[in-house]
C-alpha cells in the first residue's frame, strides 16, 4: 500500500491541485481577483494559461490564496476515480471560504464538468459555474450571468477550437520552461479511456500559431517548450492558401530552427503514430531532446486488443527497438494499467516482462479505474478484484523501481548537457535541471557564475532512482 502511494504521489509530484499565479503579480492594475487549480495532465495546466489570459482581459488578476478570490476556479481531470473524488474534496474546502465572502463565485472546469455537466451543479451546490475544456471564451459571458445569480453552464465541445489565437499567460513559471498546446481533443477510442467523451474530437492547431508562440516564450528567455497534446503524433495541419501541409515531425523540425538554444519537447506519444520520419527528425537535431513518452498500458496483446490500443505486444516491442536503433541514447517512458477486465495472471506476467524489455527510465502506473460511458464500461465487466489489482500494480511499481534504479545509476561516470531550471529543492547551493532525457541533475552551483536557463555539462558522480547528483565539468 505504502508503494501505491509512493507512485501516485510520482504522478502527482509535479503539480496536482498547485494553487496557480504569475510569477509577478500586479494585483493592483486588476479590479477583481480569481485563484486557478488544477488537476490532470499537462494539457490542462497549459489551459488553465489559456484561462488565464481570457480573464485577465476581463480586470481578473490571479492570486495564490483563495480566500481572497472573487472567483475560484477548479480545473479537474476525470481519468481516474481517484482523480475526481479529490475534487470534491476539495470543493468542501472552498465552502468555506464562499460563506465568508460575499459574492464569491466557484466555477468548474475541464473534464470533470464536460462528464457530469449540470448534474454537478445539483450535486455540488455551491458551483456557480460548469465549463467544459471547448467553451473558455465563454467564461466572462458567464460570469456576468453568474454575478447576477443565474448559475452559468457551457459545456458544448467543438470541431474546431484550438484557442490557437490566445496568448496563455504563463503562472507560476520557472521562466526556463513552458508547455504548448499543439492540438485537441483525441480519436482513438482507447476502450478504457474517458477524454474522446470530455475533451471531444481531435483537431491540430495552426502551425504559425504555434511557431509564434514558442518564438516569442524564446525571446522572454524561455529555453525549453513543451508540445502538447493527447496524441501529438497525428498532428496534421494543411494550409491551403500556401499549399502546405505540416505533419508532427515537420513541426517538430520547426520549431527546432527557432534557435538551437531552445529545446524541444513533446507529450504524448500513441505507439501507432510514432514514425520514422518523427524519429529521425529527433535525431538530426541535438535541440530536440532524446526522450518519449510511450505509454504500453499492457504487455499482453489480447488485453491490448480489448484496450482498442490497435497494436500487439510484439509490434510495441519493435518499436522500442526501432527508437534505440535511431536514438541509442533516447530514453524511453510509459504508462501501465494494472487489472483491466479480464486480465489473467499469465497478462500481468506479460506486462511485466514487456516493462522489462522496453527498460522504462520512469513510468506512470495505475489501476484500472473504470470510468462511465467508456466503451470498457459498456461492454466489459470490470471483474478483477480491488486487491489484486493493487497486489499487480504493486509488483509493477517494484519493478520499475528496480529498473529506474539501474538506469539512474549507468549514468554515473557519463557527463550531460543540463538545462538549469533553478535552484535545487535541497540547497541554494546546488542548482537543478534536466538532461535531454529527462532526468533530474543536481550538482552544486561551485564558483561558476552561472543562471537558470544556462546549459551546462555535468559529469555524473551518483544517483538515486529518481535524480542524477553531478558535477560541473569545465
Ligand atoms: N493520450 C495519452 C496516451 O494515450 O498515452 C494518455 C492520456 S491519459 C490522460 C494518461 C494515462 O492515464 C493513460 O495513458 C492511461 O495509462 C491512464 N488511464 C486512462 N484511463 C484510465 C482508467 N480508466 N483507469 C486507469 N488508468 C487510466
Ligand atoms: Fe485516452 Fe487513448 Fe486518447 Fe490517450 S490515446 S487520450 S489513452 S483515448
Redesign the pocket.
Known amino acids: 500500500m505504502e508503494t501505491l502511494e509512493l507512485k501516485e504521489k510520482v504522478h502527482d509530484e509535479t503539480r496536482q491541485g498547485e494553487p496557480f499565479a504569475p510569477i509577478a503579480v500586479e494585483t493592483d492594475i486588476y479590479k477583481k481577483k480569481f485563484y486557478i487549480e488544477s488537476y490532470g ?1 499537462a494539457m490542462n495546466f497549459a489551459d488553465s494559461e489559456i484561462v488565464a489570459s481570457i480573464l485577465s482581459h476581463e480586470g481578473f488578476g490571479a492570486t495564490k490564496n483563495f480566500e481572497e478570490a472573487d472567483l475560484i476556479l477548479v480545473n479537474t481531470c476525470s ?2 476515480e481517484k482523480a475526481e473524488a479529490t475534487v470534491r474534496k476539495r470543493l468542501t474546502e472552498f465552502k468555506k471560504a464562499k460563506l465568508a465572502k460575499r459574492g464569491m463565485l466557484v466555477g468548474i472546469l475541464g473534464c470533470m464538468a464536460e462528464r457530469l455537466k449540470g448534474k454537478l451543479l445539483e450535486e455540488e451546490k455551491l458551483v456557480d459555474l460548469v465549463i467544459g475544456p471547448d467553451a473558455y471564451r465563454t467564461l466572462p459571458a458567464l460570469i456576468q450571468e453568474a454575478e447576477s445569480g443565474q448559475k452559468g453552464v457551457n459545456v458544448l465541445l467543438s470541431r474546431e477550437e484550438t484557442y490557437g489565437d490566445i496568448s496563455p499567460i504563463r503562472l507560476d513559471s520557472n521562466g526556463v520552461n513552458a508547455f504548448v498546446s499543439i492540438m485537441r481533443g ?1 480519436n ?1 477510442m ?1 476502450s ?4 474522446p467523451f470530455t475533451r471531444g474530437r481531435e483537431r491540430s492547431r495552426d502551425t504559425f500559431s504555434i511557431i509564434n508562440e514558442c518564438s516569442e516564450l524564446f525571446k522572454n528567455g524561455y529555453k525549453e517548450v513543451t508540445l502538447l497534446g ?2 501529438v503524433d497525428s498532428y496534421y495541419w494543411v494550409d491551403e492558401q500556401k499549399d502546405l501541409v505540416v505533419t508532427f515531425a515537420k513541426l517538430l523540425e520547426m520549431v527546432a530552427n527557432i534557435s538551437p538554444l531552445l529545446r524541444v519537447r513533446f507529450s ?1 506519444s ?1 505507439p501507432k503514430d510514432i514514425t520514422d520520419e518523427v524519429l529521425f527528425t529527433m535525431a538530426k537535431y541535438e535541440n530536440i531532446c532524446k526522450y518519449v513518452h510511450l ?1 504500453v ?1 499492457s504487455g499482453s496483446t489480447r488485453l491490448l486488443q480489448l484496450m482498442n490500443r490497435t497494436y500487439t505486444r510484439e509490434w510495441y516491442m519493435a518499436k522500442v527497438d526501432r527508437i534505440k536503433e535511431i536514438m541509442p541514447d533516447c530514453s524511453i517512458t510509459s ?3 494494472a487489472g483491466f477486465c479480464t486480465e489473467t495472471e499469465e497478462d500481468h506476467q506479460d506486462t511485466l516482462s514487456i516493462i522489462e524489455y522496453s527498460k522504462y527510465d520512469m513510468s ?1 502506473m ?1 489501476f ?4 462511465p460511458g467508456t466503451l470498457a464500461a459498456r461492454r466489459f465487466t470490470d471483474d478483477i478484484p480491488l486487491a489484486v489489482k493493487k497486489r499487480r500494480l504493486d509488483e509493477i511499481v517494484k519493478l520499475q523501481n528496480r529498473l529506474s534504479q539501474r538506469s539512474y545509476s549507468a549514468d554515473i561516470g557519463k557527463t550531460f548537457k543540463v538545462l538549469i531550471e533553478g535552484n535545487s529543492r535541497k540547497s541554494e547551493d546546488d542548482w537543478a535541471g534536466k538532461s535531454s532525457q529527462n532526468k533530474v541533475v543536481v550538482f552544486p552551483k561551485a564558483d561558476y557564475n552561472l543562471s537558470k536557463g544556462d546549459y551546462v555539462q555535468v559529469k555524473v558522480t551518483n544517483a538515486t532512482g529518481a535524480t542524477l547528483l553531478g558535477e560541473i565539468v569545465k
Open positions: 495532465c481519468i481516474r483525441c482513438n482507447c478504457f479511456c474517458v477524454v493527447q496524441n504524448t500513441h505509454p498500458q504508462d501501465i494499467i506512470y495505475y484500472y479505474s473504470e470510468r
